[in-house]
Every structure is written in C-alpha cells, then in structure tokens.
C-alpha cells in the first residue's frame, strides 16, 4: 500500500500470477496478508503516526473489505477463488481453536481456495494480539506443516547490521541456526506501516524452524517476487 496512492493493483496482480504458477506446479500455497490498516488510513485520509487503539481497529475495519476485495480480484484474474481467514492470537494458542482454524484452512485448500490470512484487527487488543504478520505467518506455517514460509520484506534478507546504518554490513545468504549473534543482528520496525522489521523476521525464523518449516526473506518490492527468487534473487535462507 502506498499512502498516497493506494493499493499497488500492479505488483498484487505479479504476485498472483506467482500464485498461480505455484499452484500449476502442484504446490499448495497460502498467503498471509499485511495491509488492512494501512488501507483503511488511506481510505479514511487518516493523520501520519501512531493511533489509538480505537483508531487502529476502525482503520482495519475499512481495510479489510478492501484488502479482501483486492485479492480475491487479483487471484480470481488466474481463475483462483479466495478464502478469507481471520485470526487472534487465541486462534494460535488455544488448542481447540488452533485445531479449529486447521482444520477450515485445510478443507480450503482441499477445494482449491487459496486461504488469505490476516490478524483480526478490528478486535484484537494490545494484550492478544501479534501486531506483526511475520510471526503470525511462522505460527501459520507451522500450524499447516508447511514446508516452506517465505517473507516479502524492504530489504533482500539478514545483514550482519543495518547496511543504512553501516555500509560495511555484509547480506547473509544462509542461516543454520538463529543463535543470539544472528538476533542481535536484527534492527527494529522501520516505518509507521511496518509493524514488525527484521527482529519480528527473525522470531518467525524461529518459530518456523523448529518445527521443521524453512524460511526465505527477500524483497518484495519487485514484480514477482516469487519467480525472482526461482531465478536467483537474493534472500536469506533460514
């Protein structure tokens, strides 16, 4: 999403078309989504900075119909129907929740859908809530098995330190292990918009790894991000 202008139509229409080619390759793919707040400040011309947590849940309350409708138009282009899925930290923790929230988006995905993923914001509260996608995505994962989580960031993966801050960070390609040298690396949220930065990245990694699902960061920026990472973009494996 771009303040200013809005939803970025072009790149969501690349990344379903990714979606899509995953899926002919026999590839079952769900999404977690970021961008219902950040949809609804622009669509209710909302003040830069923080909000209240009223203001905050209001903003995704618009948002999500926008950020729905936004996907299901992009994947229903490559002939993909769209299951929204809205979750709480409870849906993750809770036992009989979790397996609930299991078992509807794998009876998605048996059917076809391809399940889109968001924190319920407009209930969430500051105490049970992830605030961030990254790890609610290595929650996913590994709730659903996956073998693989992939993360669309600013930035092509781990650097040994900020390299806005310092031009001799050196880009990680691989990591074996998230040890506290690799944790530390990790910087904070970098925008108004961004909720997580790589720390959040970097706690999904462990989330993931765990439980045996490995994990890509790279930019997401670009169109297709997907298929650039199929032809050698740069990323961090975990």
Known sequence: ?????????????????????????????LVVSSGAVAMGRTVLDM????????????????GQIALARAWDEALDKEGITTG???????DTESRRRYLNARATIGALLRMGAVPVINENDTVATNEIRYGDNDRLAGRVATMMNADLLIILSDVDG???????LDPDARHLAEI??????????????ASELSRGGMRTKVEAGKIATQAGTAMIITKGAVDNPLSALDGGAPCSLF
């Open 1 to 29: 999403v771009d303040r200013k202008t809005g939803l970025k139509r072009a790149w969501l229409n690349s990344l379903a078309r990714d979606i899509a080619a995953l899926r002919r390759d026999g590839h079952e793919v």
């Open 47 to 62: 003040r830069s900075g923080s909000l209240k947590l009223e203001e905050n849940q209001a903003a995704a309350a618009v």
């Open 84 to 90: 929204q899925v809205l979750v709480t930290i409870d």
């Open 158 to 164: 781990l650097y040994t330190a900020s390299p806005a």
């Open 176 to 189: 074996e292990a998230i040890t506290p040298e690799i944790e530390a690396m990790a910087g904070e949220a």
